[in-house]
């Protein structure tokens, strides 16, 4: 994979995340405390997770060309695994929130 293929991919995951994130925030405001609440606490675990998809991105991002080769396996990886955890943080939203969903 090249390093634009790869960034094309992170910013497609970290779009999506955002509106589901956008979407659930709009969808909060007709809900009960209690499910707000929960909205809440999952929102504030998925949020750091966002955030270090985006820093993955821009380390990316800052990789020199010449050095891509040297580099791609390691990032690749470390870009799965915070996609992994980017997709965990957002079954467990849904899971705490399922009603809002249904």
Same mark, same amino acid.
Do not use: C, V
């Given at each position: 994979m090249t390093k634009d293929e790869?960034? *094309?991919?992170?910013?497609?995951?970290?779009?999506?995340?955002?509106? &589901?994130?956008? &979407?659930? &925030? *709009?969808?909060?405001?007709?809900e009960s405390q209690e499910t707000l609440d929960?909205?809440?606490?999952?929102?504030?675990?998925?949020?750091?997770?966002?955030?270090?998809a985006k820093a993955k991105a821009l380390e990316i991002a800052e990789t020199a060309d010449d050095k891509w080769d040297d580099v791609k396996d390691s990032l690749e990886e470390g870009w799965d695994e915070i996609s992994a955890k980017l997709e965990k943080g957002w079954d467990s939203l849904t899971s705490a929130v399922k009603s809002i969903f249904s």
């Open positions: 790869l960034l *094309n991919k992170i910013q497609s995951t970290i779009d999506e995340q955002q509106a &589901k994130l956008t &979407k659930l &925030k *709009n969808k909060a405001k007709e929960d909205i809440r606490e999952a929102i504030d675990d998925l949020e750091p997770k966002l955030e270090q």
